[in-house]
């Protein structure tokens, strides 16, 4: 079982940028799953923002196409996520997934989740 604490959400301004963390503890390998970064609004579904495969594949929303980039650190047990260009409508809970099997934003693919990080723009 995979543990994940996420790290660096904040308070910032549109127009700017913030990088969001999550280290994995436990059962670790990273090279051998799936993560993914997602969003949560209350009383919204979670939203799969971007995933990264064992590879290092990518594949983002298109509402953050361009704007924010998943990657990883499979030496550091770290996914990362930075975001750019951040908009009021990007203002949400942020949550670190792990053990998809392929590359994908659908969350019922994913084994093992944070408790999350808020990113607030105004």
């Known amino acids: 079982h995979v543990q994940l604490v996420e790290s660096g959400g904040g308070s910032v301004q549109a127009g700017g940028s913030l990088t969001l963390s999550c280290v994995a503890s436990?059962?670790?390998?990273?090279?051998?799953?799936?993560m993914a970064w997602f969003r949560q609004i209350p009383g919204n579904e979670r939203e799969g923002v971007a995933a990264?495969?064992?590879?290092?594949?990518?594949s983002a929303a298109d509402s953050v196409e361009g704007r924010f980039t998943i990657s990883k650190d499979n030496a550091k047990n770290t996914l990362y996520l930075q975001m750019d260009n951040l908009q009021p409508e990007d203002t949400a809970m942020y949550y670190c997934?792990?053990?998809?099997?392929?590359?994908?934003?659908?969350?019922?693919?994913?084994?093992?989740w944070g408790r999350g990080t808020q990113v607030t723009v105004s």
């Open positions: 436990g059962a670790t390998h990273m090279n051998s799953f799936c």
């Open positions: 990264i495969g064992m590879d290092g594949r990518t």
């Open positions: 997934a792990a053990g998809g099997s392929w590359v994908t934003l659908d969350s019922k693919e994913y084994k093992s």
